[in-house]
């Protein structure tokens, strides 16, 4: 019954899509035509403004208004450290300031809300009302800064990975002959990845008129790697003093490599400390369970008899 059903069903299908293409499949074709040889017709500004995404015509204009709002109450200090967070993030070409701060406080806000709704489904007390309402502002709050830190932290993480890899083949191009620039330029073709991208950021800026030192120097803020501020450092004050830019180029990145095997051994140096914890509180109750347990159950029936 059910195979003659599917096949009364593909049947009719077919029959209803063969029927349509008899009928309209030459007006189809000339519609298609006369598009391609005249142009699509135009489209009115609602329906222009309907085929916009839900984000673009609802969520964005709320934001902006909220911004104005926002950046008339709120202090300096708090947009100038949310412009650096989003700088190193690789945000800030995406976002404003007061834009992240206005969807941060929009989110704590209808966390709250929502936390209220659960709580009023849920029937409880008014003192569990207010440690959920708090749960659910303060969720809203810390999910924007958690996420920026952790984009950070994995920029930050891949620029340590890169750096040596930049800085020698910089150092080969410098040796070659390439200057400073030219060098920067085959790094930029030749590697991918963020420090890549900023690399190009920096060369444009430079190329926009902007002195190098402040380029470099800029291109430092956008991450918190030590060895990258070190490296614009040394670069900055070879410039300064004169000194072969290869011979900076080349101890800079003697200098990264002797840190990164530091910093591992380091990390092996603590394993066994961080391995600790687990061994004694997981792993060794569940090896005396499967040794001991046998022997102390045959103990206990003895004493029982």
Known sequence: MLYLMLTVFLTGVFVFLSGYILIFGERIMLARRVD?????????????ELSAPFAERVIRPLVMK??????RALPSEKESA?????????????????EALAVKYM?????????????????????????????????GLIL??????ARIRRRNAEVEATLPQVM???????EAGLGFDGAVYKVIE????????????????????????????????????????????AVILGEQLGISIGNVLRRQADQVRLRRRQNAEEKAMKAPVK???????????????????????????????
């Open 107 to 139: 989110l704590a806000l209808l966390s709250g809300l929502g936390s209220l709704f659960v709580s009023g489904l849920l029937g409880v007390g008014l003192l569990h009302i207010a440690v959920i309402l708090l749960c659910g502002v303060c969720t």
């Open 190 to 233: 030749k590697t991918k990845g963020v420090l890549a991208h900023e690399l190009k950021r920096m060369m444009h800026e430079i190329k926009m008129g902007k002195p190098r030192r402040e380029a470099l120097k800029d291109l430092a803020e956008r991450f918190g790697v030590k060895d990258l501020d070190n490296f614009v450092s």
């Open 36 to 48: 391609q040889v005249v142009g699509s017709p135009a489209i009115s500004i609602r329906e222009k």
């Open 82 to 98: 949310m412009a650096k967070k989003l700088v190193q993030a690789g945000l800030i070409e995406r976002l404003k300031p007061v």
């Open 275 to 305: 391995m600790l914890f687990p061994l004694v509180f997981m792993i060794f109750p569940a090896i005396f369970i499967v040794i001991l347990g046998p022997g102390a159950i045959q103990v206990y029936r003895s004493f029982i008899h």
């Open 168 to 174: 020698d083949l910089l150092t080969v191009s410098v």
């Open 144 to 149: 924007p800064e958690y996420y920026l830190q």
């Open 66 to 71: 909220m911004t104005v709002a926002l950046a």
